[in-house]
């Protein structure tokens, strides 16, 4: 995966945001994408994502700092001259053109010739698969081709730099994870940068190679899913990202390696540190449902054990999803794969849990 360097595509340097003047929705941000990465901004509504998005764009200003492409400022450049495509959730695709006059616009404002224009008009809808609605108008298309168009017409003047914000919001879920997988393959394939921006984790997790978790202006996490998902280096991003289960309690011992917890229902469990400094702090412990077994046979040497009460057992098919109460915790999930010698619990039952005190994360509180 790319990194960052002295030659970043896209650089926010100490870029801030404030519409009214005392508050900041988008507080210091530093950030840098490589050229053909796929980065994603993910974040709660009013996290800041979509207006690092839309200064990007041109379509906002920024308070402070500068903003850079190709190592390049472009704070004052207007955005039809900043060379960017851009989709929306809404499509924005004119409603009196046809699908090809949709997509001669951009070419037409950048003085592309005539026999040029449709050329570039076929190539873009054969990407999307598309090619044969060029006569149709907007209303005599489904969302997921009106999407397919204005994604064709983001790629029609071959940007480098294309900006989607939450493009697949508004479709059914078969068809955003099929769009989701198209989007990224054709990123890929023609080798742009993408900055995209969603709050829906998952379509973060499938389609990124980075993903910037933001959180009341700022970037909490920015890493790669598995990193995200595996080691989030903070509670907010543990619990925003995929489900989580939190336990609360004190540092009673602590090394670079080991910490151990004290819960305030009285048990004592070892775990990662991460961001907590001394004994007597207060921390967040998280564990992934995943990485939790109730069957003896499976559970692994070293693991961890606690006491449980099942209090609703779901089979989900390829999994089951147990909630129990786990030290004082009615929402503790577990998630086991449905497999000939795993147990089906029943609400009411006693059952020991057990994890690897690698999986668990001792987090601020």
Not at 17 to 24: A, P, Q
Not at 129 to 147: I, N, V
Not at 217 to 239: H, K, M, T
Not at 321 to 341: C, Q, S
Request: proline share 5%.
């Amino acid at each position: 995966m790319a990194t960052a360097n002295e030659n970043a595509f896209v650089k926010f340097d100490r870029v801030q945001k404030s519409y009214d003047g005392e508050t900041l929705v988008v507080k210091d941000l530093n950030l840098e994408l490589p050229k053909g990465e796929f980065l994603t901004m993910l974040g709660p509504s009013g996290s800041g994502k979509t207006t690092c998005l839309m200064m990007l764009a041109g379509f906002e200003t920024p308070t402070h700092g500068e903003i850079l492409l190709d190592g390049i400022s472009i704070n004052n450049i207007p955005p039809h001259k900043r060379g960017i495509g851009m989709v929306f959730q809404n499509y924005a695709l004119f409603p009196h053109m046809t699908v090809a006059e949709n997509l001669a616009f951009p070419l037409e404002v950048r003085n592309i010739s005539k026999s040029d224009r449709e050329a570039k008009i076929m190539r873009a809808l054969d990407m999307v698969e598309m090619g044969s609605f060029a006569s149709r108008r907007p209303a005599q298309l489904s969302g997921g081709q009106q999407q397919r168009i204005a994604l064709a017409r983001a790629l029609v003047f071959e940007p480098e730099l294309v900006l989607m914000d939450e493009p697949l919001g508004a479709l059914d879920k078969q068809l955003r994870e099929k769009m989701q997988f198209e989007i990224t393959n054709l990123a890929h394939a023609l080798g742009i940068t993408v900055v995209y921006v969603t709050h829906d984790q998952t379509e973060a997790l499938t389609m990124s190679d980075r993903v910037a978790v933001f959180n009341d202006g700022r970037i909490q996490q920015l890493a790669s899913p598995d990193q995200l998902y595996e080691e989030p280096e903070n509670s907010f991003v543990a619990q925003f990202i995929g489900e989580n289960n939190t336990l609360h309690g004190e540092i009673r011992e602590i090394n670079k390696k080991k910490a151990v917890v004290q819960l305030d229902s009285g048990q004592l469990i070892d775990c990662k540190p991460v961001n907590v400094n001394k004994v007597g702090d207060r921390t967040c412990v998280s564990i992934r449902p995943e990485r939790v077994e109730y069957n003896q046979k499976r559970m692994q040497k070293g693991a961890h054990t606690l006491k449980a009460e099942v209090l609703e057992f779901i089979y989900m098919g390829d999994l089951f999803r147990t909630r129990l109460r786990v030290a004082g915790n009615d929402e503790f999930i577990i998630k086991t794969r449905n497999a000939p010698d795993q147990t089906r619990l029943q609400p009411g039952q006693e059952i020991e849990i057990g994890w690897l005190p690698e999986d668990c994360r001792a987090l601020d509180a």
